[in-house]
């Protein structure tokens, strides 16, 4: 019927247009099943000059007596509606058009994105333990939540042992029906994985432990409630204090550059015996003094000491190789932080948690 001329309408009885207009409709769906494309469907019935929808309104409508207009024009309009949406449904899956819409314009700008970079705090933290790896050290963790007994007791410090007082401590709160040794606090240092790692492994151990540490200071330009610190365990036969210097002299010189010195002062830890804090010479003037090492020409930075034999007993019990009478170790802490800061000449600690983008961009 599709390229034959438009039949007249027989009559303008309802029946006999619904009849004429439902055998259009076949034509429309038979159509547009073998339709190649939705250019040709649209020329074919929507066309100006020789579209069939066209050729149906000349045929049937203008034909037409007046009172059977509206009932012809009513169903034209259906009609019309129809073809409308198949029309649609087929622009709208046509695999062309959809590249169409999917098409790119290669020649506009990308979306930048913006490189991050190591945060200086973190890369002076790897830097360090990568040192000790180098000899030989294993890298440890432990928790930030710690109990009394291993941020103190197992380490020597007593229930009102005036050491204690040294490291301004947060506690958590509403433990007070809990025996001391139970309570939580947030770890004041690194120091209690030493206890945790000689629990779990027997010697010999050489270990280092990164890790955030918590005190109840106020801020200011060299305290912040959070640090870091990298703590240092090393438990053997036969370990003596030439040993620690060594190890601490050669990792100093690795860090800071080979010209780099080293000296020991008496200091005084509840777990280590003896202690020592250790000085650098300023990496920065050579120790002719300037305003990093505050016109001295040295620098402060770890406490250390042999392990107190005291605290070996104290693991004992629960891994019986740590008899003080058979090994010895030593153990270092130092801050990740104030580190950081010597290196990268940072004057205020608080810009490290900042979070400042001014300040970020600047190790980019
Ligand atoms: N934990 C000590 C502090 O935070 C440092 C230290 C570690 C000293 C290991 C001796 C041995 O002050």
Redesign the pocket.
């Known amino acids: 019927m599709q390229n034959d001329e438009i039949p007249p309408l027989s009559g303008w009885s309802e029946a006999e247009l619904d009849q004429a207009f439902a055998a259009v409709a076949l034509e429309v769906e038979d159509s547009a099943a073998a339709l190649r494309s939705p250019e040709q469907f649209r020329l074919q019935w929507l066309g100006r000059k020789q579209g069939r929808l066209k050729a149906i309104s000349d045929s049937w409508l203008k034909s037409a007596p007046a009172d059977a207009r509206k009932a012809i024009g009513q169903r034209f309009n259906t009609l019309k509606a129809e073809i409308e949406r198949r029309l649609e449904l087929a622009d709208s899956a046509s695999p062309h058009d959809a590249l169409d819409a999917e098409a790119v314009d290669i020649t506009l700008p990308g979306t930048q994105r913006k490189l991050g970079a190591e945060h200086p705090l973190i890369r002076t933290w790897n830097e360090i333990v990568s040192v000790f790896q180098r000899m030989g050290y294993s890298v440890g963790a432990g928790p930030e939540v710690e109990t009394d007994y291993y941020n103190f007791e197992s380490l020597n410090f007593p229930p009102g042992h005036p050491a204690r007082d ?2 301004d401590t947060l506690v958590i709160a509403g433990q007070e029906r809990k025996p001391l040794r139970d309570r939580l606090l947030m770890r ?4 209690p994985v ?1 206890i945790r790692t000689m629990e779990q492994q027997p010697p010999p151990v050489r270990i280092v432990i990164p890790g955030k ?1 918590h005190r109840n200071d106020a801020a200011d330009a060299t305290h912040y409630p959070i640090f870091h ?1 990298v ?2 365990l090393c438990v053997d036969a036969n370990i003596t204090f030439g040993d620690l210097k060594g190890t601490l002299d050669f990792a100093m010189k690795a860090f800071f550059g080979s010209s780099v010195r080293t000296r020991f002062f008496p200091s005084f ?1 509840p ?2 015996e003896p ?1 020592a804090d250790v000085q650098i010479s300023c990496p920065f003037c050579g120790g002719s003094g300037c305003r990093k090492c505050k016109q001295s020409g040295w620098i402060e930075l ?4 042999m392990v107190d034999p005291a605290v070996f007993g104290l693991v004992q019990g629960k891994q019986p190789g740590y008899d003080p009478k058979k090994v010895s170790g030593f ?3 130092m801050g990740i932080d104030r580190i950081a800061m010597m290196k990268y000449g940072i004057g205020d600690i608080g810009l490290l948690y900042s979070g400042d983008l001014r300040f970020l961009e600047q190790f980019v």
């Open positions: 040294t490291q004041t240092h690194t120091s030493q540490v610190q703590e240092g830890f777990f280590t202690s770890l406490g250390c000491g153990a270092f802490g």
